[in-house]
């Protein structure tokens, strides 16, 4: 019981967001360097020597430079077990970064010194926001030239309404920037210059040690001097409470590349994060230091690998202890089962798990029971987590398949993407499936979509854009479509379960049928 405490303790359980080039790569990086996950830099990612992000493995990513679908490495650091959640960079894939978010207990921002809050940070932040998660700042870049350090803060907490501490201070930028003065150990980490590729040599001094004076510039000296007294001035205490509560975000200036600062990032982010958070569910809150296991499905990814053709569901461990020749039920099915090829991957590489603890994700080979937003818990226990809500998709277009003789792979592939949650599929009222009508958040989803469908189950597919921005599920008991009043462009369909839907062209649209048609009751979400 003691161990079992301890491991849960030491897990921490993390995402990180940014804007498309904020840096994102390059600390995930280093993160791995200190712990030793890996041993050489550039093995995560390095554009100029062709060898692509370990976390960006699927060819589409490859091919446009960007990640698409979210990945998890795990590595060990000063006795802590860190699980980092790799999101997405783009906004048409937000969806899929709540869905990890679900899984994560705080998450990282990287912010690109000299451009501030960029237009995918605010996306990603509200959806942070939605959950309230703790977020902590990693302004990155400092030795180029950057915004000047105040406006950076606020920019913060104006575009994203949330308070700043900053942990630490920056001594100019770009050419001049000298290094950091950290504000809770009252040191200053100075920067010894770079070549821009190597570790630079970092030096720790007290702010009133004379060798301080001689180290830096006059101009930078005073400025140094002057801004810590007006930061603590300032009189804004750090308060860890806010902090938990997703209202204050420690804020911290480094330089990924060149080293400087992450690791002290790390340190401190690690003793100011949350470990593993209880979870709700329908029978109330489930302590993560209950001794029985529980999880919950957030990603379902097929195809991961070529070579193994196979389907993986991630799931947080939410509560307890896994081993993996244990018993489990899956509460939809009520089927009870062992896990089947329980998994930590990274990437192309796989370790088969013999025990996972609460806070960790895990992947198991999932033989198409899984749905996201499912529960696991122990054979004789019975509830649920609170489900993932699935996001109103904005782009529709008409799907058919170019040979009518491969329609059972199209169904296939078409099926086995929705069931992951990268699609949305309805039809036509009372028609089959040789027509689908596909819903996605963002268009590039389209593209993915195209994509997999040909190289992974081989079948040409043809598109067709449909004018349709909004859906509506119709919530009236036994509604009678002929019956409805509706603009001429309002589209009736229907989801795989069965359930009626509209799809709307536009705000107008969706005022006109609920101001004809009394009674009629339409919700964003499916339930
Ligand atoms: P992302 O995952 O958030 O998209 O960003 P990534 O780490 O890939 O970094 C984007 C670019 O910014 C990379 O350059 C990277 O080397 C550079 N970069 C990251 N951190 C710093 C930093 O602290 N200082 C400076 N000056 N640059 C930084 P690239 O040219 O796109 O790639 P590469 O050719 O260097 O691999």
């Not at 990924?256 to 690791?263: C, D, I, M, P």
Request: charged share 30%.
């Amino acid at each position: 019981m003691a161990d079992l405490k301890k491991e849960i303790e030491n897990r921490r359980t993390f995402a990180i967001i940014s804007h498309p080039d904020a840096g994102k790569t390059t600390i995930t990086e280093k993160f791995l360097l200190y712990g030793g996950a890996i041993q050489e830099a550039g093995m995560v990612k390095g554009k100029k020597n062709s060898r692509h992000a370990v976390s960006d493995w699927m060819e589409i990513e490859k091919q446009r430079g960007i990640s698409v679908t979210s990945s998890v490495l795990q590595f060990r650091y000063e006795g802590k077990c860190i699980n980092i959640l790799d999101t997405p960079g783009h906004q048409d894939f937000s969806e899929d970064t709540y869905r990890t978010l679900m899984a994560a207990d705080s998450a990282v921002m990287v912010i690109d010194a000299s451009k501030g809050v960029e237009a995918q940070t605010r996306k990603l932040f509200k959806v942070c926001a939605m959950r309230g998660v703790p977020i902590f700042t990693f302004i990155n870049k400092m030795d180029r030239e950057a915004r000047d350090p105040y406006e950076l803060l606020e920019d913060i907490e104006n575009e994203l309404g949330i308070g700043t501490y900053a942990v630490n201070w920056p001594i100019g930028s770009g050419k001049r920037f000298k290094g950091v003065y950290d504000r809770m150990d009252d040191e200053v980490i100075a920067f010894e210059g770079a070549d821009f590729r190597h570790e630079v040599k970092a030096q720790r001094l007290s702010i009133d040690d004379p060798i301080l004076e001689g180290l830096l510039p006059e101009d930078q000296y005073q400025t140094l001097i002057d801004d810590v007294e007006l930061l603590s001035g300032a009189g804004d205490e750090f308060d860890l409470k806010a902090v938990h509560e997703g209202k204050l975000s420690p804020v911290f200036f480094g330089s990924a590349l060149t080293n400087f600062g992450v690791e002290p990032f790390l340190k401190k982010f690690l003793q100011m994060t949350p470990p593993p958070t209880a979870r709700t569910a329908d029978i109330g809150v489930i302590d993560p230091f209950d001794p029985h296991f529980s999880a919950f499905v957030f990603k379902i990814q097929a195809n991961m690998n070529k070579a193994h053709r196979d389907r993986i569901a991630f799931m947080r461990i939410c509560s307890g202890k896994f081993e993996a020749d244990m018993d489990v039920k899956h509460v939809q099915s009520q089927r009870v089962m062992r896990l089947s090829q329980p998994q930590q991957i990274m990437a192309n590489d796989r370790k088969i798990l013999s025990e996972a603890y609460a806070g960790d994700i895990i992947g198991v080979f999932d033989p198409g029971i899984f749905s996201i937003g499912d529960t696991l818990c122990m054979p004789k226990e019975q509830f649920t987590y609170e489900g993932i809500p699935t996001f109103a998709p904005e782009h529709f277009a008409r799907v058919r398949q170019v040979d009518t003789m491969k329609r059972k792979q199209f169904v296939k592939g078409i099926t086995q993407i929705a069931q992951e949650g990268a699609i949305q599929i309805f039809q036509e009222i009372a028609s089959g499936m040789e027509e689908v009508i596909v819903g996605v958040v963002g268009t590039l989803q389209f593209d993915v979509f195209k994509y997999r469908m040909e190289n992974e189950y081989n079948v040409e597919i043809r598109m067709e854009n449909l004018p349709y921005s909004h859906i509506r599920w119709i919530d009236t008991p036994d509604v009678d479509l002929k019956k409805l009043n509706l603009t001429s462009d309002t589209k009736k369909v229907q989801d795989i379960r069965g359930r009626y839907l509209l799809l709307f062209a536009n705000e107008w649209s969706i005022r006109w049928a609920l101001e004809h048609n009394e009674g009629l009751e339409l919700s964003e979400f499916s339930r």
